[in-house]
Each structure stands twice: as C-alpha cells, then as structure tokens.
C-alpha cells in the first residue's frame, strides 16, 4: 500500500496548493492533492533530493 504525506506546512484553505509524496518502489512519487486523478510524477531518490537542495536554495 501506497501511503501520501502532505506537508506539515500545508494549511486547511481550499484555494491552497499542496503536493503529496510517496515513497514508490522505483523512488519518489509526486501528486497534486486536489487532482490526485491526474497520475503522479516519479522521480529517482537522487533526483527527488536534487529537487528539494534546489527549492531550498531558492527560499
């Protein structure tokens, strides 16, 4: 089983944008919380920590 986490920082307004994550047999698995139906992104682990070193640099 699959299992989505939010992010603590995710705030209970229903005009917010959220992202979930997973973690897949293949890596990471990025979704949109509002529009789960429209699949998710996989990434390698490697890739998904590039991913976050770069958004934590752009602050």
């Given at each position: 089983?699959?299992?989505?986490?939010?992010?603590?920082?995710?705030?209970?307004?229903?005009?917010?944008?959220?992202?979930?994550?997973?973690?897949?047999?293949?890596?990471?698995g990025?979704?949109?919380?509002?529009?789960?139906?429209?699949?998710?992104?996989?990434?390698?682990?490697?890739?998904?920590?590039?991913?976050?070193e770069?958004?934590?640099?752009?602050?």
């Amino acid at each position: 089983m699959t299992i989505w986490r939010k992010s603590s920082y995710t705030g209970s307004g229903n005009d917010e944008v959220c992202v979930e994550v997973a973690s897949l047999s293949g890596g990471i698995g990025v979704r949109d919380s509002k529009h789960r139906e429209r699949g998710r992104l996989e990434l390698r682990r490697d890739a998904f920590a590039g991913l976050l070193e770069h958004l934590k640099t752009r602050g």
